[in-house]
């Protein structure tokens, strides 16, 4: 059916186009003017008509018909820009190059440009890539294929991933999650803090903490500043990584001296990342800083020690509730150890059970701090 009424069209407009004379004229007559302007309104109002009568909800391309009509009006109003513009339907430079096509049906169309098709084995390795190691980029992933000796441009890899859902830009964090690290052991933070003993003596205490697990590593208690220096830290330092079996990818500090020196060889040369706060705000390294306010509000605040001794048996024993009893607010209600093991918040018990179980109460640093769990209760179960 198109083919036919193809035929028709095609020699009319031809027709049209070399003996017709109007619209060659800049400036036609009244009534010239109205007459072509109704005959071009009358094509394209038919042709428009019939293809919303057949329209649906998906966008299906527009019919040779109504191509054939916007055309047949474009040639019968030339020179007539405004009346092209707003009643044509379609954007004069389309329509010309619609009518070229109708002028010269059988010259052969060219060839589309733009980047090849990248292969699909190829997509299939840079996708995973980015699922093995998320914090690549498009950059990085082009690159790292390109040492195994297939070339494919950053750009390509970058279209790839938005196509599937995935972040094109290299470790897309903010600055600030970039220091509080997304997963375990990525980054700790380390502050000193400071207490008196009874005798009045000064105390300096080393605090070491996950940012991610919000675990208390280390609490270790120095007596006096003169004998304190880079070396002790560091010696601090090692001997959590040999306790714990751990150490981290990035350490946060302030520009305290303590941490210069052999705390900065160390770091050198177990390859941890170290991270300074500004000059000047020692209070921007935060996670530090709040551990510290816990363990001053909860419990240095509330003793005076004798001895070193004493004093570092409290904290071991504050270590251990914090990480194992106590609820943590940020973790949703999680401790810092159930977190970090990747537990969840237990499952509601039924009501018979909670019968035959007690809360049984566990004191902490001569019973300063209470932790609680539950037990079987022998005497329930034996009644």
């Known amino acids: 059916m198109f083919t036919l009424r193809f035929t028709i069209y095609w020699p009319l407009i031809l027709?049209?186009?070399?003996?017709?004379?109007?619209?060659?004229?800049?400036?036609?007559?009244?009534?010239?003017?109205?007459?072509?302007e109704n005959l071009a309104l009358k094509a394209v109002n038919e042709s428009l008509r019939?293809?919303?009568?057949?329209?649906?909800?998906?966008?299906?391309?527009?019919?040779?018909?109504?191509?054939?009509?916007?055309?047949?009006?474009?040639?019968l109003t030339r020179g007539n820009m405004l009346f092209q513009k707003k009643f044509l339907g379609s954007s004069p430079s389309t329509i010309k190059t619609w009518?070229?096509?109708?002028r010269h049906p059988f010259r052969k169309p060219k060839k589309k440009t733009g980047r090849p098709r990248v292969d699909a084995a190829i997509v299939e390795l840079v996708l995973k890539i980015k699922k093995e190691s998320p914090r690549f980029g498009a950059k990085k992933i082009s690159q790292t294929l390109a040492r195994m000796g297939i070339r494919v441009s950053a750009f390509s890899v970058d279209k790839i991933l938005?196509?599937?859902?995935?972040?094109?830009?290299?470790?897309?964090?903010?600055?600030?999650?970039k220091w509080a690290g997304a997963f375990k052991d990525?980054?700790?933070?380390?502050?000193?803090?400071f207490t008196h003993l009874r005798k009045g003596s000064e105390v300096a205490i080393l605090l070491v903490c996950d940012t991610f697990t919000k675990e208390i590593l280390e609490l270790r208690a120095f007596e006096g500043r003169r004998h304190l220096d880079s070396f002790r830290v560091a010696g601090s330092l090692v001997e959590v990584f040999r306790r714990w079996k751990r150490r981290p990818q990035k350490l946060v500090h302030d520009r305290d001296p303590l941490f210069k020196g052999q705390v900065r060889r160390m770091l050198a040369v177990s390859e941890i990342k170290e991270l300074k706060?500004?000059?000047?705000?020692?209070?921007?390294?935060?996670?530090?800083?709040?551990?510290?306010?816990?363990v001053k509000y909860?419990?240095?605040?509330?003793?005076?020690?004798?001895t070193v001794e004493e004093l570092q048996f409290l904290l071991d024993?504050?270590?251990?509730?914090?990480?194992?009893?106590?609820?943590?607010?940020?973790?949703?209600?999680?401790?810092?150890?159930?977190?970090?093991?990747?537990?969840?918040?237990?499952?509601?018990?039924?009501?018979?059970?909670a019968h035959k179980m007690r809360l049984e109460s566990v004191e902490f640093a001569d019973g300063k701090l209470v932790g609680y769990r539950w037990v079987e209760d022998e005497e329930k179960q034996a009644a």
């Open 15 to 36: 027709l049209i186009d070399y003996l017709a004379k109007i619209g060659y004229s800049p400036h036609p007559s009244e009534l010239r003017r109205l007459y072509s």
């Open 50 to 75: 019939m293809e919303l009568h057949k329209a649906r909800s998906k966008r299906t391309p527009m019919s040779l018909r109504t191509r054939v009509s916007q055309v047949f009006a474009y040639l």
């Open 99 to 102: 009518a070229t096509r109708f």
């Open 162 to 177: 938005k196509e599937h859902g995935l972040h094109p830009i290299d470790d897309h964090r903010s600055r600030w999650e």
């Open 186 to 193: 990525e980054c700790w933070a380390i502050d000193f803090c």
């Open 277 to 294: 706060s500004p000059p000047r705000f020692p209070n921007m390294n935060s996670y530090a800083e709040r551990k510290v306010r816990s």
């Open 298 to 306: 909860e419990l240095l605040n509330h003793i005076r020690a004798e």
């Open 317 to 353: 024993d504050y270590r251990t509730w914090f990480n194992e009893y106590r609820a943590h607010q940020s973790l949703d209600g999680m401790t810092p150890s159930e977190y970090a093991a990747g537990k969840r918040i237990a499952d509601v018990i039924r009501i018979d059970d």
